[in-house]
């Protein structure tokens, strides 16, 4: 339940209207423009001159008002590169509807990740299912849930969010068959069986998770189903990289807007000591302070560096208190180097070379060690702190180098169980309800590079973050988990359940009034317990 008002629903529909009016009122200056021209002169270079100098034709020039509004010359330039951009853009939307890739994850991690993700709510698994000595094997059914079980009644209706418009008892086998195809390989079912070998490995893989499943909710599958017409018309089920790449058009301004706006952020970082560098063809910023050594750290005679990792958005500029607060906090110069990767798929920043080629799991992990090992960081080790979409990339570290992680910090974490339809559904598929949840769809969902790494680029078998991953629970100061009740992209009940079963109740910062984003974002953001939090120092 959202407790916190926000302003009505029709503010945003109308701020996301006047943005995308822009491009079709473009369009009908241009035509408006070149037309009323077009229809008085025939011949091409007399038509020429007068689109070039913004003059009428001597028919209409009496029309005065006609006049003040067709001869704007300014006008028409800046409309006809919109309208050339809208152009480019649907045909950018269209290249990413293609495949991005298959899924990376080993089969020893699938495993673990299906084996955690039908096990979780269960007090204990052994008298369900029977473990294999081998971990590439997934564990066998040993009694499946009773119907009324109301652990299976639990799962059964929360797996049924994965598939839209039909009851849980309605979910076919071939449904369920090309769900966790997409999932754990990202193809469908057809496809995973056409590639498979010769032993039919992928086959008898995915149908030991059918019926893991089907043990799980209580009720095996059926291989037909008798539908309503109007469940047949409703029917759908959500297979985020296979599912057409949803983008709603916005004009070039935003970009360009977007772009100088991020310029005068990372020139105001510069002021505070942040320099711009790049390793790997990606670019990131980076604060050293004067006197600080990484031998120092290691030694834990300094502090050690911080490692921000942000989310989806407008890019730093959208993060500028929050990056201020890390490098000035309190005020006082910071007495630890931070660290912020720059990720231009997710900030807007069209004109970034990669803007629609983001990086994945072994990628991003080595490149961001490459920039550790640049400024000899790796020496020391790092406290993470991330937000939002950032908690995947932290997820990809915590798995690759363990080892340089000293202490994290997840702010609205998405990597938490992924294995439940709610984050997809919520931020991508949800009809939209409120203020929050539609400017979240317009200006992030379905823009075009954030679009594209959601929805071609999301590899859920890398992305999600397991238990076991975390670090030790003996040390609470090694992790804080920071959720908001009023999300409307993560659902906060669910994980802090899933958080407390698995024994990190101590790690959860729960705000029940907050949005997703507030944490660090908002008026009454929480950044200086957060950094006070990741900075905890005792020299030695």
Known sequence: MLLKRQPPKALAQALVLLLWGIVPLSWVYVIAYIAIRSYFVRD??????????GRLPWQVAHRRRLVRWLSQRGLFCYALLESSFSIYYRL????????????TATREFVVRAVTTGVSDGLEDIVPHLEQSKDKAKLPTVKAPLAFDDPRAVEFRHEMAGWFLGVRPEHISLHDVQDWLSWSLFGKYYEEVIAEDSNAHDMKKFLAG??????????????????????????KRVMLLTLDPVHVNSRPLAMYVGTFLMNRVSQAYFSVLGMHRYE????SYLIYMPAGWTPDAAARGEAPRPALFLHGLGLGVVQYITAVQALVAPGGRPAMRPLLVPLQPWVSYEFFSKRFLRPWKYHEASTSIRHMLERHRLDKCGVNVLSHSMGTIVHTWLMRAWPELIHRSLFVDPVCFQLWAPHICYRFLYKPTDSFVEYVLRYFVARELGTANVLMRHFDWSANVLLADDLPERSDPSHLRIYLAGADTVVKASSVIKFLKRSGFEERIEYEP???HGEFILGPKNMMGKIVQALDQYSPM
């Open 279 to 282: 390793v790997d063809g990606y």
């Open 209 to 234: 998770a059918v019926d893991l499943f089907a043990a799980r909710r209580g009720l095996p599958f059926p291989e037909k189903v008798d539908l309503t017409p109007k469940e047949r018309r409703n």
């Open 513 to 515: 009034d907050f949005h």
């Open 92 to 103: 950018l939307a269209r290249k990413i509807q293609g495949r991005a890739g298959s899924h």
């Open 44 to 53: 091409a270079s007399e038509l020429w001159r007068l689109i070039t100098s």
